[in-house]
């Protein structure tokens, strides 16, 4: 946990010559953001707090949604700035857990389809910042070296390239281009390769038919998260072009903030020409096992309990479908905790903690690892590659294995996923998302 | 010397900077503005263009007891405030830092320390939240039953410095008795235990003088508390909710004294809706399910223990306010609206002015502790201020009130007027409006024989003036036990108006060390 150094503080002349005129972009920003912002600023009493993986960690109330929302009132005010608030902003996950204990979310949700949006502030207060010229060093570095390479530095000191890109497919002879697209995540593509692999081979066995990209770049979205929004659009650009270019019109996402992505920031982006069908696999794959077209027959000897993804469970409401996965897998003792429950858990891997906060991401996932280990399970289960890594390395303390949902999947189904080509994380010391 | 206008740049000596650093490391002193600005609010209404007035110089965050008493005793030596920071989410302005100087935010000391299962005891940090302990005592089958509106986000050492209010505490006991010891740096930075007697678990002591109430409900003016041991109770099998509707308001006034006289021993409390409460939730709260024109007010009982205890004491309840001519509004409406206790009290969100123009509002909440014969007098009174109130600032609007019994016999009750403000609009005439309304509406609370109030505490601008009225003779024990305890006027400096008890001495901190003590202040 960092706060400014004591006495750098800038006085009250400097502030008011500051935030007396905002510049044009703070002050449209302001005005869109007022109302939202005193919804709960008004309503003040912070049931979030204790659902928000960074306040469990940090206890530290100015990295809360509820000061996340207030700062905007302060600003309005002229009494803060964007330089004043910007490093608070990065204390987030975009889990999306605050948005669902909001009393606001919960009580007038229905009647007036309203819900607080604090992941869309902390994102546009980010973008705020970089549009002000303040910068955070982590995010600059690690969205410049994805500018230059086209995909996230998840290797560290290893570059990433799109040469390398598709390297997780070798031996798979997976066209390239058509109607279906499999669209695989940084971290996935360059780290954990056996989860990709064993997708593709689960799509295959089960007859659906799908290419890769030409050229597939990142998605974007961490760009997006992170307020690089120039960037995330140039990249969302790209991919759409080369999607257009094979004739593609579904893309099937396998990471959760891809999905976010394409179902979120693209028709943000392209409006009603964004005409893509985005498929999320773990959904496809549930709906497979049910039609009996994936039958998992090898017992997976293991005692697990589930990681709700919070893309998946907070921000999309995709909870049943890995259940049912995993209740399909012969031999697994599961021990389940309920989606609301997990509403205040998190691995910490998203939103860009780990690239400003790394310490950050280790003790939250610290904590979800702790709290599988009171279930007495020696595996846990995500279907989320970037949270499997902090996760992974969480485990290793209470010999806890992190396995991904769909690699569980393609082994039940008599694949082998840890040995081979493109088997296990990559031999290489990144940071993670 | 008053607190300036202004939020400027901390204001402390760099000596004292320096050691609290030495302290707590520089990880845990935030000087930066969005940390004092965001630790200078609780959810009670405040023009927003004042904020600035009460922005802190400085917040740390201390991990431990040792820790706390030694900022406490650095900031004593210096002649600086300290404002005790809990869950922030009081009502009475008790977190808020009227004279600046340093916060001390205790949230970081979370931890469940211990869960004795032989004496049914936690002991917990000051900065753990009842949900929160109530996840970790789940396994063992254990509840912790403090139970505030607040519940999923108030923490224990707030209920302390509160002396709190539970919505089951009819069953269980409010705050004051189910904390029963817990350990305080006193504005001296020493520390101390305190409970009833010695025994960290005893629940009742003759031993030498209670000191455990007279360092409850003290709004942070005495110490910070830093450690609990709590009581706890066998998680009930069964929670029973019914709630009836009436056509009149007398009639359910005499339901809930009917309910809480009847000897049911898992009953937990009772609820009373007015008509205006009815006509509010109907107008302007989305999640409410609207009963016809003829409901004019609504009670709730609720039983909590054995299924078998609850089964035969609900029954019973079921009888006496069927009896009282209640109509009962079905399990679908009285489990989804008590469920959702918590989270309804601060929405919905909304209000009405004057003329009607839906309006984002913030939600205040007046807490008189009233006998049951005067509830009707008071809610006629009640209503006809905050009626005036609107007739010459549109920006209020009158959210009804609810009665909760206060124990198990139903003699007096919590009895709350809920005001919607916009404070966006809160303007300096409007504000002044507001506070003279307040203090009308203590007056009426004491002038039926109450108490201002019954749980969030009363030093707030307005009723913070009848608080000498209200305790006479007590009042200026108050002061004397102030003076005695924090000779130099560091803790919660302005709260309660006890600047009073240094008036001959000059004494007090303030900035730069000034008498915040003098006369001529007023009552603030």
């Known amino acids: ?433 | 010397m008053s607190a300036p206008a202004t939020a400027a740049a901390p204001q402390l000596p760099d000596r004292l900077l320096a050691e609290l650093v030495d302290v707590l490391g520089p990880a845990y002193v935030l000087t930066s503005k969005t940390a004092r600005y965001n630790r200078a609010r609780v959810p009670a209404p405040f023009p927003v263009h004042r904020w600035p007035e009460r922005v802190p110089d400085l917040v740390v965050l201390p991990g431990t007891a040792e820790e706390t008493a030694e900022v406490v005793r650095l900031a004593n030596a210096h002649r600086v405030p300290i404002v005790p920071r809990d869950g922030g989410t009081g009502l009475t302005d008790g977190a808020v830092p009227e004279r600046r100087g340093i916060v001390v935010d205790v949230k970081r000391m979370n931890a469940v320390k211990e869960i004795d299962t032989d004496a049914w005891t936690a002991t917990v940090g000051p900065g753990i939240n009842m949900l929160k302990l109530n996840e970790a005592l789940a396994p063992h089958g254990l509840i912790y039953p403090d139970d505030p509106a607040s519940y999923p986000c108030s923490l224990v050492g707030g209920r302390i410095g509160t002396s709190g209010w539970s919505l089951v505490g009819s069953r269980y006991g409010h705050s004051r008795d189910l904390v029963l010891s817990f350990q305080l740096v006193l504005p001296t930075g020493d520390l101390i235990r305190v409970g009833d007697g010695g025994g960290r678990k005893t629940s009742k002591s003759s031993s030498g003088y209670q000191l455990k109430h007279l360092f409850m409900g003290h709004q942070g003016t005495l110490g910070i508390a830093t450690e609990a041991t709590l009581k706890l109770y066998p998680k009930p099998e069964a929670e029973l909710s019914p709630f009836f509707a009436f056509s009149d308001y007398d009639s359910a006034h005499d339901c809930v004294r009917r309910l809480a006289r009847a000897g049911v021993g898992v009953f937990a409390g009772a609820v009373l809706f007015d008509e205006w409460k009815v006509d509010y939730l109907r107008r302007d709260d989305e999640a409410y399910i609207p009963q016809p024109k003829d409901v004019r007010a609504l009670v709730c009982a609720v039983a909590y223990g054995n299924e078998d205890e609850v089964r035969a004491g609900g029954r019973r309840l079921m009888r006496i306010a069927r009896d009282a001519g209640g109509r009962y509004l079905g399990d679908e409406v009285s489990q989804g609206d008590w469920a959702a206790r918590h989270d309804r009290y601060a929405t919905p969100l909304h209000g009405r002015t004057r003329e009607g123009q839906v309006a984002p509002m913030s939600w205040h909440c007046e807490d008189a502790a009233v006998n049951w014969a005067r509830l009707p007098a008071v809610r006629r009174e009640w209503h006809a201020i905050v009626e005036r109130l609107r007739e010459r600032h549109g920006i209020f609007d009158d959210w009804g009130m609810f009665c909760y019994t206060s124990a198990d016999t139903g003699v007096d009750y919590l009895t709350e007027i809920d005001v919607g403000i916009w404070e966006q609009r809160l303007d300096d005439e409007a504000w002044a409006a507001w506070v003279d309304a307040k203090r009308d509406i203590a007056d009426v609370a004491l002038r039926h024989g109450g108490s201002i109030s019954a749980c969030h505490g009363s030093c707030r601008e307005g009723e913070v003036d009848l608080v000498p009225l209200e305790l006479g003779g007590g009042y200026d024990v108050m002061c004397e036990v102030k003076r005695a305890l924090d000779p130099h006027n560091i803790m919660n400096p302005g709260k309660y108006g006890l600047h009073r008890a240094y008036s001959d001495s000059g004494g007090g901190s303030g900035p730069g060390g000034g008498d915040v003590g003098g006369s001529g202040e007023g009552v603030r």
Request: charged residues 25%; aromatic residues 8%; hydrophobic residues 35%.
């Open chain 1, 1 to 433: 946990m960092t706060d400014r150094d004591p006495g750098t503080d800038s006085g009250p002349d400097s502030r008011t010559a500051e935030t007396s005129q905002p510049s044009p972009v703070t002050a449209e920003f302001i005005e869109d953001w007022r109302n939202a912002a005193y919804n709960c600023f008004s309503s003040g009493h912070k049931f979030c707090r204790e659902v928000c993986p960074v306040m469990q960690e940090t206890r530290n109330e100015s990295w809360t949604p509820t000061a996340f929302h207030a700062n905007v009132v302060a600003m309005e005010q002229g009494e803060l700035s964007v330089e004043d608030v910007a490093e608070d902003y990065v204390n987030c996950t975009q889990c999306g857990a605050c948005e669902l204990r909001c009393p606001n979310t919960l009580f007038t949700g229905d009647f007036y389809r309203f819900r607080t949006r604090t992941v869309d502030l902390v994102k546009q207060m980010r973008a705020l910042a970089v549009d002000n010229g303040v910068h955070q060093s982590g995010y600059r570095r690690w969205n410049l070296l994805t500018d230059e390479r086209g995909h996230e530095p998840v290797l560290g000191a290893t570059p990433v390239s799109q040469e390398h890109v598709r390297d997780w497919a070798d031996g798979l002879d997976l066209p390239v281009g058509g109607e279906t697209v499999l669209f695989v995540d940084c971290e996935a593509a360059f780290y954990r390769t056996s989860l990709p692999r064993a997708v593709a081979r689960l799509l295959r066995l089960a007859g659906v038919e799908f290419g890769l990209m030409r050229e597939q770049w990142c998605c974007g979205g961490p760009a997006a998260e992170m307020g690089y929004r120039e960037q995330s659009r140039r990249f969302a650009e790209h991919n759409l072009a080369d999607w257009r270019a094979s004739g593609t019109r579904r893309v099937l996402v396998l990471d959760p903030h891809d999905y976010i992505t394409f179902t979120e920031d693209y028709p943000a982006y392209f409006g009603e020409d964004f005409d893509i069908e985005v498929v999320l696999v773990v959904e496809l794959l549930a709906r497979l096992v049910d039609e009996g077209k994936l039958v998992p027959s090898v017992p997976v000897e293991r005692t697990v309990t589930y990681h709700d993804p919070c893309r998946l469970n907070k921000r999309k409401g995709v909870w049943e479908e890995p259940r049912r996965i995993l209740r399909a897998i012969p031999g697994l003792t599961f021990h389940d905790v309920d989606r609301v429950t997990q509403w205040s858990y998190c691995s910490g891997a998203g939103g860009g903690l780990p690239v400003e906060k790394p310490e950050l991401t280790a003790a939250i996932s610290g904590t979800r690892m702790r709290r599988a280990a009171e279930l007495n399970v020696d595996t846990l289960v995500s279907a989320c590659p970037w949270s499997e890594r902090p996760l992974s390395e969480a485990g290793e303390e209470h010999a806890i294995d992190v396995v991904d949902l769909h690699e569980l999947l393609a082994e039940s189904c008599g694949f082998d996923v840890y040995t081979g080509p493109g088997a296990g994380p990559a031999a290489a010391g990144g940071d993670g998302r």
